[in-house]
Nanobody
Framework: QVQLAESGGGSVQAGGSLRLSCAAS????????MAWYRQAAGKEREFVSS???????DYATSVKGRFTISQDNAKKTVYLEMNSLKPEDTAMYYC????????????????WGKGTLVTISS
């Protein structure tokens, strides 16, 4: 089974930056459309950003202009560069496989990582 491992979270001051990474295990012949979600305490999990294997990107309105998603298909890793961070960005950030491409035996659609915590202090 494919697994996702997030990293890069931490505690930073408002206005600072963080870069999150999410690496997918599995065969190098499989490729993934991936996304980032986040969930703040007491709130529903929400979409943050996504990228497909062609490089098409999408962002939640709340992070446009501040966050940048990118993907290294060879490394099966997706990144989220977060700049101008705000206290309201504080949340657990999760990556997710949105779609699987490649051989018919490739799998992992809708797989979630365990999350990495981002805390922004004012």
């Amino acid at each position: 089974q494919v697994q996702l491992a997030e990293s890069g979270g931490g505690s930073v001051q408002a206005g600072g930056s963080l870069r999150l990474s999410c690496a997918a295990s599995g065969s190098t012949s499989c490729r993934y459309d991936m996304a980032w979600y986040r969930q703040a305490a007491g709130k529903e999990r929400e979409f943050v950003s996504s990228i497909n294997i062609a490089g098409t990107r999408d962002y939640a309105t709340s992070v446009k202009g501040r966050f940048t998603i990118s993907q290294d298909n060879a490394k099966k890793t997706v990144y989220l560069e977060m700049n101008s961070l705000k206290p309201e960005d504080t949340a657990m950030y999760y990556c997710k496989i949105m779609r699987v491409w490649g051989d018919s035996w490739c799998s992992g659609m809708d797989t979630w990582g365990k999350g990495t915590l981002v805390t922004i202090s004012s």
